[in-house]
C-alpha cells in the first residue's frame, strides 16, 4: 500500500501571509497536521526530520513503502490499531495538500473519520473491542508514568 504525498509547505499561516485572509482550507490544513502529530506521536518539527524540515515532509518520505507507512505509526498505539491509524494518516495527507482546492472540506475530513471506523457497522467482535479497551487504559497509564 503506497500513499502519494504531493510536495508542502508547513504551515497554513504561510497561506494566510500570502493572502491575508483565514480560509476554511487553512483549519482544514491545520487539522491534517494536529492528525499527523496524533497518529505519529511526534511534533511539527523534531531534530530527526532534518533542518528545516517538518512532520508533512517526514511522513512524505517516509510513506512510499508499506514498511515507511508503518515506521511513522506511534509504536504506542499501532499494535492494536494499524489499519486504524493507517485510515487515519491518508485523511490527515489529503488535508496537508499544497493546492487548497485539493483538500477536502471540513464536513468531507467529519465523514472520512467516521468512516475509519472499524466498528461504526457493529461489525467489531466483543474480545477485540475488549482487548483494545484494556490496551487503551494500559496505554494511558504508561502516559501518566511519563
Known sequence: MNLTIPSFSLIPVTEYAYSSKATTKCDVY???VVLMELITGRKV???EFGEN??????ISTKVE?????????????SGLYKDEMINVLKIAIRCTYKTQRNRPTMNEVVQLLIEAD????????KSSNETKETARVTNTNNL???
Open 65 to 77: 513503502t508499506n514498511d515507511g507507512i508503518v515506521e511513522v505509526l506511534d509504536k504506542r498505539l
Open 118 to 125: 472499524p466498528c461504526r457497522f457493529n461489525t467489531c467482535c
Open 30 to 32: 491545520s487539522f491534517g
Open 45 to 47: 518539527v523534531e531534530a
Open 53 to 58: 524540515k517538518n512532520i508533512i515532509y517526514w
Open 144 to 146: 501518566y508514568k511519563l
